[in-house]
């Protein structure tokens, strides 16, 4: 059983297109995130979502767009789409990082954007 | 400057070799680290998790911190080429609730 599910895994699409990409995860985890890797392989996160509730936003562009319509699912919509935007987007889901527990973040295989 | 800086390699080496991978940190707010490894077109996946200043083994990796020099490194003991990756040094900062990462080493272990 796929523990962070990301779909699709490839997408390919031309500038100005909008586009989602859907993420689930059967961990039971409160916590999702979106990551975006770029060519040199760096992740950096993009936005966190505890219980459905937005708690990181990290300086990404409003064409970007979470939604978490509960605490199992966590949509990126991408408006008008750039050749920039072309990497590698990572769902992935964990407990909250509480301090007290060894917590493991759960990665999605990824969604491999190409914009052209 | 990024928070976590790595050594982007490639790092090159033959079967049975020890690795040491390493990476800097600058917030001193950071108390977790953390080493995940990706396969090409997979996800991240946790390898290992430490807390406190110095070292924690598993099997032949070993997973070693000083904060008193902000430094996190993983070594690899008898190499394989299964462990052929790239290797993220990820940190916490306590109750961030988000992974601060290295720009991540590849790792090719060669025959």
């Known amino acids: 059983d796929t523990a962070v599910s990301q779909t699709p895994k490839y997408l390919v699409t031309q500038m100005g297109n909008d586009k989602s990409i859907k993420c689930e995860q059967n961990l039971g985890h409160d916590t999702m995130y979106w990551y975006k890797q770029d060519s040199k392989k760096f992740l950096k996160i993009m936005f966190s979502?505890?219980?459905?509730?937005?708690?990181i936003n990290e300086t990404v562009p409003n064409r970007f767009s979470p939604k978490s319509p509960d605490k199992a699912h966590l949509n990126l919509h991408i408006n008008s789409l750039e050749l920039g935007d072309s990497a590698v987007y990572f769902c992935a889901s964990s407990q909250p990082y509480t301090g007290q527990m060894n917590t493991e973040a759960f990665f999605g295989q990824g969604t491999r954007l190409t914009v052209v | 400057q990024k928070e976590v800086e790595q050594d982007p390699g490639p790092l090159s080496v033959p079967e049975g070799a020890i690795v040491s991978l390493n990476c800097t940190y600058s917030n001193s707010a950071f108390q977790y680290f953390m080493w995940y490894r990706q396969y090409s077109r997979k996800g991240p996946e946790l390898l290992m998790y430490t807390y406190s200043s110095g070292n924690k083994e598993d099997g032949r990796f070993t997973a070693q911190v000083d904060k008193s020099s902000k430094y996190i490194s993983l070594f690899i003991r008898d190499s394989q080429p299964s462990d052929s990756a790239t290797y993220l040094c990820?940190?916490?900062?306590?109750?961030?609730?988000?992974?601060?990462f290295g720009t991540g080493t590849r790792l090719q272990v060669t025959l």
């Open positions: 990820a940190t916490v900062a306590g109750t961030a609730s988000k992974l601060t």
């Open positions: 979502y505890n219980n459905k509730e937005l708690i």
